[in-house]
Each structure stands twice: as structure tokens, then as C-alpha cells.
Nanobody
Framework: QVQLVESGGGLVQAGGSLRLSCAAS????????MGWFRQAPGKERDFVAR????????YYADSVKGRFTISRDYAKNTLYLQMSSLKPEDTAVYYC????????????WGQGTQVTVSS
């Protein structure tokens, strides 16, 4: 089992930045890939970014490429999502995920953190 707790969401103006964090516990942090997803009101949950277990490779949705950066700190057992140049369409609940089962399928999920971007 992996427990995930997100933090760092909030209200920000368009063009601003936020950094989301996801603290992981329960299994050795270096043994599983991790990712970020988001779900806007009335829409399905969408893939945002993912990072391999060793941090060597990262992948992004086209909608966030060049604006968001995913990273992980093995000393702190924490996953990050640095978000810049935020747009109103980035407004969503952001979820952290761990233990990849498929290209965008993960076994464990956090409770989510709200990000709201005002125009």
C-alpha cells in the first residue's frame, strides 16, 4: 500500500505559478513511478504528467508541456508539480498517483487538491 497526501493548491491569477506537493508513505519511494492527474468540474480525470521510478524520464500532456514540471525528492519522499504561466483552463482538482499499471493507470491515489486560476 502507498499513502499519498497532496498539498499546495489554492487560488492564483492567470499567468501566476503554484507548486503542488505529494507526500508518499508506505513503500520505498524509489520503487514506483508517479504521476499527476486533474479533473475539472463536469469532466473526466485527465493525465497531466508522470515520472519514472528513478526520475530519469518525464512525460507531459500536450496542454501543459513547457509550463509544468514534474519532479521527485527521494530524501523527502515527495513528488512535486511546478506549474507556471497558469491559465483559467488549468482550474481543476489535482491528484497525485503512484505505482503505474499502464500508460495512464495507477494503483494508488491521493485525495486531491484544488487549483483555481482566475482570469
Amino acid at each position: 500500500q502507498v499513502q499519498l497526501v497532496e498539498s499546495g493548491g489554492g487560488l492564483v491569477q492567470a499567468g501566476g505559478s503554484l507548486r503542488l506537493s505529494c507526500a508518499a508513505s508506505g513503500r520505498p519511494f524509489s520503487t514506483f513511478a508517479m504521476g499527476w492527474f486533474r479533473q475539472a468540474p463536469g469532466k473526466e480525470r485527465d493525465f497531466v504528467a508522470r515520472i519514472t521510478w528513478n526520475g530519469d524520464s518525464t512525460y507531459y500532456a500536450d496542454s501543459v508541456k513547457g509550463r509544468f514540471t514534474i519532479s521527485r525528492d527521494y530524501a523527502k519522499n515527495t513528488l512535486y508539480l511546478q506549474m507556471s504561466s497558469l491559465k483559467p483552463e488549468d482550474t481543476a482538482v489535482y491528484y497525485c498517483a503512484a505505482h503505474q499499471l499502464g500508460p495512464t493507470r495507477f494503483a494508488y491515489w491521493g485525495q486531491g487538491t484544488q487549483v483555481t486560476v482566475s482570469s
